[in-house]
């Protein structure tokens, strides 16, 4: 049962980490980093999506703004982390539900079950 209780205790992590990585990717700038690497130098871009009446995607120049430069990079690692930290979530769900205890008395209980009705010879 201890490590039952180890693998739970790690999953509330797992799920905390979540909660405070999507509460940080609000805080963001909206758009994604574009990075166009032709020429020696690359040019960092913002990237904003088709919305509204806008036909085509909008890219905005960011090589001289470090702060949204960073909140972008940063931006696309929470992305990327919280794709993995949900798919972690949901294998240690599934752990936890089919985690069958291996410790002596879990075991032996398994074991005496069946016997409990077995009627004993007294002489």
């Known amino acids: ?4 209780n180890v693998i739970i205790r790690i999953s509330n992590q797992v799920k905390d980490r979540i ?3 999507q509460v940080e990717a609000e ?5 994604e980093l574009y990075i166009l ?13 088709k ?7 909008r890219r905005i ?8 430069l960073n909140a972008l990079v940063r931006k696309k690692y929470i992305t990327s982390a919280l794709v ?4 972690n979530a949901e294998l240690l769900e599934e752990l936890i539900n089919h985690f069958s205890p291996a410790d002596e008395n879990s075991v032996m209980m398994d ?3 069946p016997c409990e009705n077995t009627p004993t010879s007294t002489q």
């Not at 805080?27 to 758009?31: C, K, M």
């Not at 690497?37 to 999506?49: D, E, I, N, Q």
């Open 37 to 49: 690497a032709s020429g020696p130098v690359p040019r960092f871009y913002k990237r904003l999506p």
């Open 1 to 4: 049962m201890i490590y039952k």
């Open 27 to 31: 805080s963001l700038p909206d758009g």
């Open 51 to 57: 919305v509204g009446n806008r036909k085509k995607e």
């Open 19 to 21: 909660v405070d990585l």
């Open 84 to 87: 993995l930290l949900n798919k």
């Open 111 to 113: 074991f005496i079950k």
């Open 61 to 68: 120049g960011i090589k001289k703004d470090p702060d949204t």
